[in-house]
């Protein structure tokens, strides 16, 4: 576990269900993904991918929802089976969610509809969709929090990972 900050090492343990964002391009999302992938696979809780490669405000309404390596079947998102069958390959459970709205906090609804307990994402995105940039000074997982601490009763734990420098929980306050 050296890329987690010890501080942290016992809230990962406790891990069952994590969520992290993905998609095709996007370097940032990419590291999350190895690293989460690693980390499933050492402490054997389960992952939900959450695609966000397809999002956009004007194609309504289009798949949403928690879909499967079969169910992806000619949709497009090649790159989101071959996300899912590697973390297969690597004996961890993984499921994709597709996303809908182009904003990261609307991530909450696979929060919620999953029973995820954990959120991983990076400190910055280096593909930020509008609506991200919109919410400018703010990091994807400070976002990401402040929305489940205003919306949920029990909301999960919010990993952040850096570009460099050890895995560590986010610290939202209020008024961020």
């Known amino acids: 576990m050296e890329h987690v900050d010890p501080s942290n090492r016992s809230a990962i343990e406790q891990v069952r269900r994590l969520a992290i964002a993905t998609d095709d391009s996007d370097d940032a999302l990419a590291r999350v993904r190895h690293v989460a992938l690693g980390l499933a696979a050492t402490h054997g809780f389960d992952v939900v991918l959450y695609d966000r490669s397809h999002e956009r405000w004007t194609d309504h309404p289009h798949p949403k929802g928690p879909v499967t390596v079969d169910g992806l079947d000619g949709m497009d998102r090649d790159h989101l089976v071959a996300q899912l069958r590697e973390f297969e390959a690597a004996g961890v459970g993984a499921t994709a969610w597709l996303a809908t ?4 906090t609307a991530m909450l ?7 995820v307990d954990a959120v991983m994402l990076p400190d910055s995105l280096d593909e930020p969709k509008m609506a991200d940039r919109l919410q400018s000074g703010s990091s994807p997982s400070t976002m990401v929090q402040r929305v489940a601490e205003l919306n949920m009763q029990r909301p999960p734990l919010v990993f952040e990972v850096p570009e460099s420098g050890p895995i560590r929980v986010a610290e939202y306050s209020v008024g961020e």
């Open 101 to 104: 709205v182009p904003a990261l």
């Open 109 to 115: 609804d696979v929060l919620q509809a999953m029973d």
